[in-house]
């Protein structure tokens, strides 16, 4: 790692906005679909000279679902209608004795603002933001639920 980066002592929530790989995909097949090819694009994309003058049929990507196969569009992307956040921990969202990763679950998804929570590793986890909530603001109430409740744990431990 960089030794730019200041690695606090104390408990601590680090935040990144989540980037949805599918939404570059979209992007690379719809710059794919706009481009005219010349004989030789042609061959090394395995394409014979038939295709030469013929606009190619646009490239629908599509995704398996629980709900059956779904094309990925703009609309189907989660990252258009969802504001994601990645928070980062330097503790374990549950360690298997004192605490669980559901119990992390449920003080984040009991925060106002928070619509959706995923935990992604033992120090990961992801959120969706309401719309109509400042995303600074809920991520700080995370934040400080999720270090009061650690810490509470840790007073516990040494009682």
Do not use: C
């Not at 030794?3 to 601590?12: A, F, L, M, T, V």
């Not at 038939?50 to 779904?70: E, R």
């Not at 330097?90 to 925060?111: A, H, Q, R, Y």
């Amino acid at each position: 790692m960089s030794e730019d980066i200041q690695y606090s002592k104390d408990y601590d929530v680090g935040w990144e906005k989540w980037v949805d790989a599918y939404d570059q995909e979209l992007e690379d097949l719809r710059e794919l679909n706009e481009e005219e090819f010349d004989e030789e694009e042609l061959e090394e994309l395995g394409l014979d000279e038939g295709f030469l003058g013929k606009q190619l049929s646009p490239i629908i990507k599509s995704i398996m679902t629980p709900f059956g196969i779904l094309p990925l569009t703009e609309q189907s992307l989660a990252s258009r209608h969802f504001k994601f956040w990645v928070g980062h921990t330097n503790f374990m969202l549950g360690d298997g004795l004192k605490t669980s990763p559901e119990d992390f679950e449920k003080i984040i998804g009991s925060v106002l603002g928070v619509e959706s929570i995923d935990i992604l590793t033992s120090y990961r986890f992801r959120i969706a933001i309401g719309k109509m909530f400042q995303d600074r603001e809920v991520m700080t109430n995370v934040k400080d639920r999720l270090i009061g409740f650690i810490k509470s744990k840790q007073n516990e431990q040494d009682q």
